[in-house]
């Protein structure tokens, strides 16, 4: 009896032990609020990651970071000579040339996030396994990385759009919040394809054809009014929705002076635009969270 009063830990399973003592699984993934926090605390490794990543993906190159607005703007010449001149899917369109460089480098944008995020996991597999670190670091890290050539690549984009005679409006302004819903779009997508691609391999081989269609599916390199003259109704209808097709819609209306919209609400736009950013970007999020304590075993 005096041995049981003398310790308090007499009869208590292992659980209630470990409850007792602060003693948590190996592994066990966190609730989403201490998640966050975690992650919010890892910030700056995310700002430093994402900046090291982007000087690395240049060093070997004779040009530098140079090619972070070469690669675009060599796109945008091929695509000009197929699709502007070759195909003429010019007529109709005023400015095709800034038409055409805002809806590729609108694109661009998510398509690398997307591609990359395929292999957030699983070609990062050394790192978790050393470190104990929010797993959600390295698809934001993507992100951010993405997100700081979208700025270099936007400052030739304002220049190409000036050169080619649009004036400088206040409807520019409208780029800020619209590049800032794909950011959380591109975020979530890129947590989401992330998890996928860490139980899935062989998503980073189907990837590039995924987002090819998506490519033509958006009206990056002709009139977007092509989907109401050639679909019916109802898949116009769909389009319209597109999440790709939103944003590169909203850029050409702020930058462009003779555009339109394919729906012709700039409202519905802009609430399709922040429907698809608190879709992917929670969504997204949660999705990848749920997967924390799978990351890096096996």
Known sequence: MANLLADP????TPAQLAARHGLRVAGERPSIGRYSGQLWRYRHFISAYAHAKLTASFSNARL?????????????????LIFGLVLEQSRGIPNFIAYLTTGLFIFNFTQVSVQQ???AISGNLGLIRALHFPRACLPLAITATQFQQLVGSLVVLLAIVVVSGEPITLM???LVPA?????VFNAGLTMAVARLGAKATDLKQVMPFVLRAWMYGSGVLYSVHLFAENLPSWATAVVQYNPMLIYIELARMSLLEDTHLLNDSL??????ALGWAALAG??????????????GRG
């Open 282 to 295: 929670v969504g997204g999020y949660l999705y990848f969270w749920r997967g924390e304590q799978e990351y």
């Open 179 to 183: 590049v800032l819903l794909q950011t």
């Open 172 to 174: 520019w302004l409208m």
């Open 117 to 119: 995020g395929t292999q």
């Open 267 to 272: 409202p519905l736009t802009w609430l399709i």
């Open 9 to 12: 830990d007499s009869g208590l």
């Open 64 to 80: 530098g970071q140079l090619w972070q607005v070469l690669t675009p703007l060599t796109n945008a010449a091929v695509y000009y």
